[in-house]
């Protein structure tokens, strides 16, 4: 399965990323951040929240946008009116690179927009990672975590001042996370045997998610009707990518679905 390899090479990664920086040398890059912004709270409201990607490339449909510029691409998000921002860092597979999500961070008129570092995290180290480069929220991937470690990398963040945008794929990865102290669940409508997807997986485990949790759909989300069905469904947010990133128009595009 694509995401084991993703994993794989993610450790070799990583390995070689502490070597070249240490754990102190973040916590100092920590120590100068302005306090994390309120991920969730951004996307509580009237109607459905947009955080928006910035995204590159994907393993199954290869460059995306060309002309990639990702502060560009934050600043019209920004003029769009998007709720947060969603940085893919992982490099390999999706070309992206923690250097985005410092340089957005550091966007004058980005100030009161969180950023969600979106990568295959399972090392407290990736966590500090998150928080020096800017980040104000992480994903984890239940897929990849034990439980242990789900609440292990969900403390630090918290202890950190960020938050978890913790992502589930079915029923047997919901149930886990809803005993995890996780407040904001994504529901990712990409199935990860067969890479079908299908925007009625949110509609199937949001009725298992009680209303205390912020819940958050992923992939498949391009149409304004698919705004108008997460919003009957009571989903607080979408995560729109690739439908952003190949637009013409990007804010065009997002004022269409907003």
């Not at 990712?188 to 509609?203: A, G």
């Not at 637009?247 to 907003?258: N, S």
């Amino acid at each position: 399965m694509i995401l084991d390899d993703i994993v794989a090479d993610k450790r070799k990664e990583l390995a070689r990323t502490k070597a070249e920086t240490s754990l102190g040398e973040l916590e100092a890059r920590i120590a100068q951040r302005a306090v994390p912004l309120d991920f969730g709270g951004a996307l509580r409201g009237e109607g459905v929240s947009i955080i928006a990607e910035v995204k590159k490339a994907s393993p199954s449909k290869g460059l995306l946008c060309p002309d990639f510029d990702p502060v560009a691409l934050a600043r019209a998000y920004t003029e769009g009116g998007v709720a947060a921002i969603s940085v893919l860092t992982e490099v390999k597979y999706f070309q992206g690179s923690l250097d985005y999500l410092s340089q957005i961070r550091g966007l004058s008129g980005l100030e009161g927009i969180p950023l969600l570092r979106k990568d295959f995290l399972f090392d407290p180290y990736q966590v500090y990672e998150a928080r020096a480069y800017g980040a104000d929220a992480i994903l984890l991937i239940a897929a990849i975590l034990e439980d242990k470690e789900m609440e292990d990398l969900i403390a630090l963040a918290h202890e950190l001042g960020m938050q978890c945008l913790v992502e589930v794929h079915d029923d047997a990865e919901l149930a886990r996370v809803l005993q995890s102290s996780a407040q904001i669940i994504g529901i990712n409508n990409r199935d990860l045997r067969t890479f079908e997807v299908d925007i009625n997986t949110t509609r199937r485990l949001q009725s298992l998610i009680t209303p205390d949790r912020v819940v958050v759909s992923e992939s498949g989300v391009s149409r304004r009707e698919d705004i108008e069905r997460l919003r009957e469904w009571k989903v607080d947010a979408a995560l729109v990518g690739e439908a952003l990133v190949t637009a013409d128009d990007v804010v065009a595009r997002l004022r269409g679905l907003v």
